[in-house]
């Protein structure tokens, strides 16, 4: 059991090392990211701004402060966690090279979320913290709650970075039946966006919406690490939050593991 587990950190590492490596040829990208998310803060902030002054009371629980803080630390995860390994499964499915991943001693779901974790440190060098440091210099963004809550976000974040991968490859997983997905990503990406709390908490959606967005692991991807980085969630709450996000990151792990072996049985090559 314990030799099995550190031979798939070991496969983790090493296609985290290529992800890494690969996304060096993209550096400007993520130079022109710094930009694009400090835009959508500044438009955020605004927003908010404008809407607090009008009505003058907290919103959903969250005073002016905290959703300033909000949008700005949202932003920041979101550039962290963000993959493209749905889009990565689509194409490599059109052009045939989904072959090699499959002859590989590694699983798929292995090598595509390695390489994910290796973006996404990538990232966190060349686009987050750049950000951050904008962000935090133009904006009053608060500081985490707690030393408890910096801790604590930071394994929420983890599990957000595998929740999003988990999810994403699935949805790739599809496009070995259906060829093109191209539709289905657009969808999956708006959905996405909205339920998982970034653009608005889940505070603000009608009282029915929440409680049946609460049954879906969406809004374990940006509200919970929020929350727990604003103090919203403190003891057994807390606990059962982070409970909740890694349970369904497990389970949706092992899903897309049993799924892309389902759909790979009738794989049709197009290209090569």
């Known amino acids: 059991m314990i030799r099995d587990l550190a031979r798939l950190l070991r496969c983790y590492r090493e296609y985290a090392r290529i992800g890494f490596v690969n996304?060096?040829?993209?550096?400007l990208r993520y130079y022109t990211?710094?930009?694009?998310?400090?835009?959508?803060?500044?438009?955020?902030?605004?927003?908010w701004k404008a809407l607090y002054a009008s009505g003058g009371e907290p919103a959903a629980g969250f005073s002016l402060g905290e959703m300033i803080t909000y949008v700005a630390v949202g932003w920041m995860i979101r550039s962290i966690?963000?993959?493209?390994i749905d889009q990565n499964v689509a194409t490599d499915v059109q052009n045939g090279s989904i072959v090699m991943?499959?002859?590989?001693?590694?699983?798929?779901?292995?090598?595509?979320?390695?390489?994910a974790f290796g973006e996404a440190?990538?990232?966190?060098?060349?686009?987050?913290?750049?950000?951050?440091?904008?962000?935090?210099?133009?904006?009053?963004?608060?500081?985490?709650?707690?030393?408890?809550?910096?801790a604590t976000f930071v394994l929420s974040l983890l599990g957000s970075i595998v929740l999003v991968g988990a999810l994403n490859f699935i949805v790739g997983a599809l496009a070995i039946r259906m060829k093109s997905i191209l539709?289905?990503?657009?969808?999956?990406?708006?959905?996405?966006?909205l339920l998982s709390g970034l653009l608005v908490p889940i505070t603000m959606f009608p009282p029915a919406v929440a409680a049946t967005m609460a049954w879906l692991p969406f809004?374990?991807?940006?509200?919970?690490?929020?929350?727990?980085?604003?103090?919203?969630?403190?003891?057994?709450?807390?606990?059962?939050?982070?409970?909740?996000?890694?349970?369904?990151?497990?389970?949706l792990l092992a899903f897309g593991s049993w799924f892309?072996?389902?759909?790979?049985?009738?794989?049709t090559v197009q290209g090569g």
């Open 183 to 193: 539709g289905l990503l657009r969808a999956k990406f708006y959905v996405q966006e």
């Open 81 to 84: 966690y963000f993959n493209n």
């Open 23 to 27: 996304i060096l040829a993209f550096r």
């Open 219 to 251: 809004e374990h991807i940006a509200y919970t690490p929020l929350r727990i980085y604003l103090g919203k969630l403190d003891g057994v709450p807390l606990a059962q939050a982070l409970a909740a996000q890694w349970l369904w990151a497990g389970f």
């Open 33 to 47: 990211g710094v930009a694009t998310y400090l835009i959508n803060v500044s438009v955020y902030y605004f927003i």
């Open 101 to 115: 991943a499959m002859l590989r001693p590694a699983s798929a779901q292995t090598i595509y979320l390695g390489q």
């Open 121 to 150: 440190a990538f990232r966190v060098l060349l686009l987050t913290a750049p950000t951050a440091v904008a962000v935090v210099l133009i904006f009053p963004v608060q500081g985490p709650a707690s030393s408890l809550h910096a």
């Open 260 to 267: 892309w072996n389902h759909m790979a049985r009738k794989l």
